[in-house]
T-cell receptor
Framework: DSGVTQTPKHLITATGQRVTLRCSPRSGDLSVYWYQQSLDQGLQFLIQ???????AKGNILERFSAQQFPDLHSELNLSSLELGDSALYFC????????????FGQGTRLTVV | GESVGLHLPTLSVQEGDNSIINCAYSNSASDYFIWYKQESGKGPQFIID?????DKRQGQRVTVLLNKTVKHLSLQIAATQPGDSAVYFCAENNSGGYNKLIFGAGTRLAVHP
């Protein structure tokens, strides 16, 4: 168990809908990262937050947004969902802002039908 | 469990043999590298890391080698066991200051008794 908790584990929703994925980082970790993993794309970095502020952005679609709350948990919001958004979404956390071991949660499996 | 990367390159080894998994990274400015192991249905799990001021680092049964000249990283697993069967990803920190791990495509390691 990495100490990073993601909910829900599985999510099935229809195209056009909006969903929210939740992540609780390890105790003491200030950085939260979101990754998308699909079969043909591997692990793609989406966004990083550190202590409530956005720190780095990857290939995150405009339909996607994230935030980190004062209690350090983070949410990834996916809207106007398309079939191609079906993937595993992972959250990871680390103590520092950069260059440190990041611990991953078990992921949320999103299926858009 | 979930299938990750159905078309990944696969390394097949016999139990007890040594395994070498290779990775080419993209950015000569990357200064931090991590190897992750991902078992079916689970999130990536940290194995070992190395900074660019080193060319070798050893852990328990694992060794990471870094060749900055050719931008190549390798993971050596000694006395490979069935429990080592997984997909292995290398990741580089390519952020210019903030954590933005860029993952390679992954290699599937299959250990046969």
């Amino acid at each position: 168990d990495s100490g990073v908790t993601q909910t829900p584990k599985h999510l099935i929703t229809a195209t056009g809908q909006r969903v929210t994925l939740r992540c609780s980082p390890r105790s003491g970790d200030l950085s939260v990262y979101w990754y998308q993993q699909s079969l043909d794309q591997g692990l793609q970095f989406l966004i990083q937050y550190y202590n409530g502020e956005e720190r780095a952005k990857g290939n995150i679609l405009e339909r996607f947004s994230a935030q980190q709350f004062p209690d350090l948990h983070s949410e990834l919001n996916l809207s106007s969902l398309e079939l191609g958004d079906s993937a595993l979404y992972f959250c990871a956390s680390s103590v520092e802002q950069r260059s440190t071991e990041a611990f991953f949660g078990q992921g949320t499996r999103l299926t858009v039908v | 469990g979930e299938s990750v990367g159905l078309h990944l390159p696969t390394l097949s080894v016999q139990e007890g043999d040594n395994s070498i998994i290779n990775c080419a990274y993209s950015n000569s400015a990357s200064d931090y590298f991590i190897w992750y192991k991902q078992e079916s249905g689970k999130g990536p799990q940290f194995i070992i890391d190395i900074r660019s001021n080193m060319d070798k680092r050893q852990g328990q049964r694992v060794t990471v080698l870094l060749n900055k000249t050719v931008k190549h990283l390798s993971l050596q697993i000694a006395a490979t066991q069935p429990g080592d069967s997984a997909v292995y990803f290398c990741a580089e920190n390519n952020s210019g200051g903030y954590n933005k791990l860029i993952f390679g495509a992954g290699t599937r390691l299959a250990v046969h008794p």
